[in-house]
């Protein structure tokens, strides 16, 4: 996938480099009440709502990636759906502790895996049914990440990515931009003892990240089809869904 006129930058819209910083494994065992409090719990919701979709298009083999503490893996589980294997995989081992924790009672097929959304060098061409990603792309090269979506998934696979968007009205974004740059640095400096990365980068991110329509073209561009997005709670965040033809 070629992006006219974007440089990597540009496509990792938090400037994030893993292997630069491990804020991730830092913070794991306060990531999810970082995530209630930057978003008042609202992240609850989201997930839910995602995992409500994706149990529309069941599979023999769900891959998540960039899980974190394993969310969007819990909320599918308990929504009973049994695919052979639900992949729950990231790149931060401490992140992958807390989503074993988590989910080691759901009674779901579950394999947890250090792999990299990247570069799935792991995984075998068209060996996925569903793909799932969120709140992860845009700490990631999203050329990257999705052309690697397209190439795991297997024709008529299904691809999930709930992510930061724009609220449509201008004024509105621009207030909740405004909010978000006042209480992400006080909140976050608390929460992590101080660890600006914690939320400097997510805070980038969310600032960055493309509009609904700009990342629907980019998906498009890498070659999916039937691509859509849902926002939720007036645009916040948006769901982004899209198919691999054949």
Known sequence: MRVEGKTATHLNAAGFRSERDDVFGRIAGRYDLLCDLFSVGMHRLWKRGMARRMSRHP?????????????????LARRGGRPRELMVTDISDNMLAMARRKLESCGVNLSFRILDAENLVELPDGSVDVYSISFGMKICDRARVVREAMRVLKPGGRFYCLEAARIPARW?????????????????????????????????????????REFAGELR??????????NMTLGIVALHEGRKPG
Do not use: K, N
């Open 172 to 212: 509105l974004h621009a207030v909740y931009l405004a909010y978000m740059s006042w209480c992400m640095p006080l909140i976050g400096r608390i929460a992590t003892g101080g660890d600006a990365s914690a939320y400097l980068y997510l805070l980038r991110g969310v600032r960055e990240f493309p509009d609904q």
């Open 221 to 230: 561009d890498a070659g999916f089809a039937d691509v859509g997005w849902r």
């Open 59 to 75: 599979g023999e083999v769900v891959l998540d990636v960039a899980s974190g503490t394993g969310d969007i893996p819990l909320r």
